[in-house]
Structure formats: C-alpha cells, structure tokens
C-alpha cells in the first residue's frame, strides 16, 4: 500500500507546477500552435494567455497538448474556445491568439477530485495524497443542479471551470487512473491493491439523491459503479495501449475493445 501511495505521489508531483511557455509558431485557421517545452504529457490542459500590459492579461482559449517531439522538445496545443469566466453584462476583447502569447499548462494541477467506490477507499487514498481535494459532495451537488446522477466529460469539465480542479482520480479495479479533468486523458496509472466489499453509485458521496433531468444523456440512473468509468476512460483514450491491455483483461468489458483506434500485431 505504502509503494502503491508514493507512485501516485510521484505522478502527482510531475505536475505540481504550472508550466508556462510562449507561442513559437499559429495557425488560427486550424486551432493550433506550438511551444517548446522540456517534458509534456499529451492531454494536458490549460490556457492561451494574452498579456495586455505587464500587469494585465486575459484568457483567450483553452489548450490541450496533442503532439510531442522528444527531440526537438516541440508540443503542439489545440486550441478551443474558453467560456468559463463568460460574463455578458461585462466588455470583452477580441485578440486572437499571436506569437508571443503565453501558454499555461497544468493549471489547477494542484488541487483534485477522486472519484472511490466506497468511503474506506476513498479515506485511504485521500488521507495518503498530499493534494488539495475537493470533497465528491460538491461535485454531487453540481451533478444534481445539471440533472445528472449519471456524471458525463461535460459534467467533469463544468466542475473544474467551476471550483479550479486540474485533476481527477478515479479508483477502479485495484488500480488509480491519474486524468486531467479537461480533456478526460489519463496521465498515469498506478496499481492499488485495495479491497472493495461495497460499492456506491455513481460514487462515494455523502449526498443521499442526486436529481435527474426527465431526459438526455446522464439523466439516467447508474446501475453499476465500475461501467461506466471504463467506458468514459476508453471513449476518450482511444489510442492507450495500457488502457487496451486493461480492458482487454476484463470478459465484461468486450464490447468496448471496438472503440480502441489500435492495431493487434
């Protein structure tokens, strides 16, 4: 358990701090620039930022790294458009994203939500982590207000905009997957060797009923707790051979082996 908790803590600590870099080559037409970085995992998030004077800046998208060259240290960052702090009663600038601009990567990194089957699970994790965690009651509450006791990517992301959280932890199969809560990517996977004699849907929450929407997706009930994890983890890491082998290992989880974008030798 001890080696189990420093692996997670190891990963954790690779992205303790945010990692600034500025905007070496654009393509506004297609969402996308490059930066150079020493070291980048592919799905992490953050910001293009803008600096209006020394002492002033604003945000003007959201960026995710696609692409890393270990050689020439070059990440590309797609860009998608940020509406977090939208306020419409306030004026708004029209930059667009130039050379020169600043990107922020592994913004609120230092704070997370771990989604547990059962509170041991979850004291065990938490209590060993030194992470800032944001209690699954707030996010319970958030899904309840959204009319989703079934949690969807959106309802992750809504979250993070909402209360700054880089980081999800989702305990699954005596295993942790690391993510970053934006782009649902998972970042690392450490083993847990952690019993579970009971599990809560859709996780441990103090929070006794989360409301539902009449209809939708999310709207739904969680019958099983580990499903549907496994499904929102493959349908938006397509290409993780890890995540493949994992699933692959499970007879109940064949049917999600067709939404791999990976090639058998």
Do not use: C
């Not at 992205?15 to 297609?30: G, W, Y």
């Not at 309840?144 to 079934?150: A, M």
């Not at 959280?165 to 952690?194: E, Q």
């Amino acid at each position: 358990m001890k080696y189990t908790i420093l692996l997670i803590l190891f990963a954790v600590e690779l992205f303790a701090s945010v990692i600034k870099a500025p905007i070496i080559t654009l393509d506004n037409e297609k969402n996308s620039a490059q930066i150079k970085v020493e070291n980048i995992d592919l799905g992490v998030s953050g910001f293009v930022v803008h600096h209006i004077t020394p002492d002033h800046s604003t945000i003007l998208k959201n960026a995710t790294v696609v692409a890393f060259d270990k050689k020439s240290k070059i990440a590309t960052i797609a860009m998608s458009e940020f509406n977090a702090l939208r306020n419409n009663s306030l004026p708004y600038g029209k930059w667009k994203p130039a050379v020169g601009d600043s990107v922020e990567l592994a913004f609120g990194y230092s704070r997370a939500l771990l989604i547990a089957p059962n509170e041991e699970i979850y004291h065990r994790i938490s209590k060993s982590v030194h992470i800032q965690w944001i209690h699954p009651d707030l996010f319970a509450t958030v899904l309840s207000f959204r009319g989703h006791p079934t949690p969807l990517k959106s309802d992750f992301a809504a979250f993070a905009n909402a209360t700054s959280v880089g980081l999800l932890f989702i305990f699954l199969d005596h295993k942790v997957y690391t993510i970053d809560i934006k782009s649902f990517t998972i970042l690392n996977i450490t083993d847990a060797a952690l019993e579970v004699k009971k599990k809560q849907t859709p996780f441990y929450t103090r929070v006794k009923n989360i409301d539902a929407a009449w209809w939708g997706a999310g709207s739904d009930e969680m019958q099983e707790y580990a499903p549907h994890y496994y499904e929102l983890l493959v349908l938006n890491n397509k290409k993780n051979k890890e995540l493949y082998a994992i699933v692959k290992s499970h007879k109940e989880l064949e049917n999600l082996l067709h939404e791999f974008e990976i090639e058998e030798k």
